[in-house]
């Protein structure tokens, strides 16, 4: 997971961010995240995103605040926030509608599950203006904080996507599952 972050984040979108070796790692993933990783038959990991509470230190409030313009940092148990969601394109080659590779359809089925389990009700991120047409045309909208602004190479933004019946039912069809995603660790592996 940690690879395939220094692969998108640093030498594919060219970000600002801290690597160690071959591995992007942040002071985030020291703050307890809750993972989710899209993982091939073989355990690839075809894509993974970052899940924090936000009762705590947030990338939106504690990173990128001007993106919440005159606007507070949500801190609540009903919120969580998500960071750091990359699908690997090189691997996970299968398109589903709208041209968007499955495996995302398959990560945002696990967001919306993941946050269920968790109790929250929406899901606080940073993302960029690419991402956000994603989403739409996915069919699980992002909800603007603010207006767009220009962050270094790339025009970032903060919103909510909140919690539907129907983009999870999407995210279902458009994936070409039945039913839940999640799973707590693969099958015939033991928990460390």
Not at 55 to 79: N, Q, V, Y
Not at 90 to 95: F, G, I, S, T, Y
């Amino acid at each position: 997971m940690f690879r395939l972050r220094r692969r998108v984040f640093r030498d594919r979108l060219d970000w600002t961010v801290s690597v160690s070796g071959d591995l992007e790692i942040d002071i985030y993933d020291a703050l307890a995240p809750t993972y989710v990783l899209v993982v091939s038959d073989d355990y690839d990991v075809l894509g993974c995103v970052r899940l924090l509470s936000t009762t705590g230190p947030t990338m939106l409030a504690d990173t990128f605040p001007i993106l919440l313009g005159d606007k507070e940092a949500p801190r609540s148990e009903l919120i969580l926030e998500s960071s750091r969601f990359c699908v690997d394109t090189d691997r996970a080659v299968e398109l589903g509608p709208h041209g968007i590779n499955r495996a995302t359809f398959v990560l945002f089925a696990a967001m919306l599950e993941t946050m269920r389990a968790k109790g929250a009700n929406a899901i606080v991120t940073v993302t960029d203006v690419r991402m956000e047409r994603i989403l739409r045309r996915a069919g699980w909208p992002l909800e603007r904080l603010t207006e767009p602004r220009k962050l270094g190479q790339t025009t970032a933004l903060a919103g909510y996507l909140r919690d539907s019946d129907l983009a999870l039912e999407a995210m279902y069809r458009q994936a070409g599952l039945e039913g839940p995603v999640v799973r707590n660790q693969p099958e015939g592996r033991k928990a460390a």
